[in-house]
């Protein structure tokens, strides 16, 4: 069982260029979301989304887009890179209870 | 505006000791908190989480003391080993999607 997977894991990118993030979950969870991690920020939600076609802004969304066509599956896409989008890009998912499982992240660098 | 606030930065312990990480939070709407824990190159993990409903929970060797009136909360890790060293995540849950507000972090040293 593969539970939530990220990818790509690593990702070096230039300024300017459109990047996809991708997020597959096999649990089926109502419940996704997209955070990023930045040291001494913790993690901040970017995006989540309560079901397939439903998304909805988080505390930090400028600069990213999301989409939801199926269940299993949360890309989230930086139009236009910046290199304060720099940063480790976890994706998560919950289905009833409180508990959000985490993938395992990607690192993304913009030069 | 950082919504749930923690402390310290880092902390280095030697095994078997008992480090203690801090939070404090201003919405009162935060009805879950919730300790994760981050080893290298890893996502985040549930370790334990409490309710405000009560002043305490213990699972295993990991202690939360809640204080509701004072809007703070706090790991403390019994009996510390090396292999508890880790970043530890503060968060607190509110509305209807249980998004989590995460504190800053605090990385955990625990010297053999």
């Known amino acids: 069982d593969a539970g939530i997977t990220q990818s790509p894991r690593y990702k070096i990118t230039e300024t300017g260029r459109q990047v996809t993030l991708m997020c597959h979950q096999t649990w089926s969870h109502s419940y996704m979301f997209w955070y990023r991690q930045d040291l001494g920020h913790g993690l901040r939600l970017i995006y989540y989304s309560a079901a397939a076609d439903i998304t909805d802004k988080g505390e930090v969304p400028d600069g990213y887009v999301v989409s939801r066509s199926k269940t299993e599956n949360f890309p989230l896409t930086l139009e236009s890179a910046t290199r304060s989008q720099t940063s480790v890009y976890f994706c998560?998912?919950?289905?009833?209870?409180?508990?959000?499982?985490f993938g395992p992240g990607t690192r993304l660098t913009v030069l | 505006q950082q919504q749930v606030k923690q402390s310290p930065q880092s902390l280095i312990v030697q095994k078997g000791g008992i480090p203690i990480i801090n939070c404090a939070y201003e919405n009162t709407a935060f009805d879950y908190f919730p300790w994760y824990q981050q080893f290298p190159g890893k996502g985040p993990a549930l370790l334990i989480a409490i309710r405000p409903d009560v002043s305490e929970k213990k699972e295993g060797r990991f202690t939360i003391s809640f204080n509701k009136s004072a809007k703070q909360f706090s790991l403390h890790i019994m009996d510390s080993q090396p292999g508890d060293s880790a970043t530890y995540f503060c968060a607190a849950t509110s509305g209807s999607a249980r998004q989590l507000t995460f504190g800053s972090g605090t990385q955990l040293t625990v010297l053999p």
């Open positions: 998560a998912s919950r289905q009833g209870t409180d508990t959000q499982y």
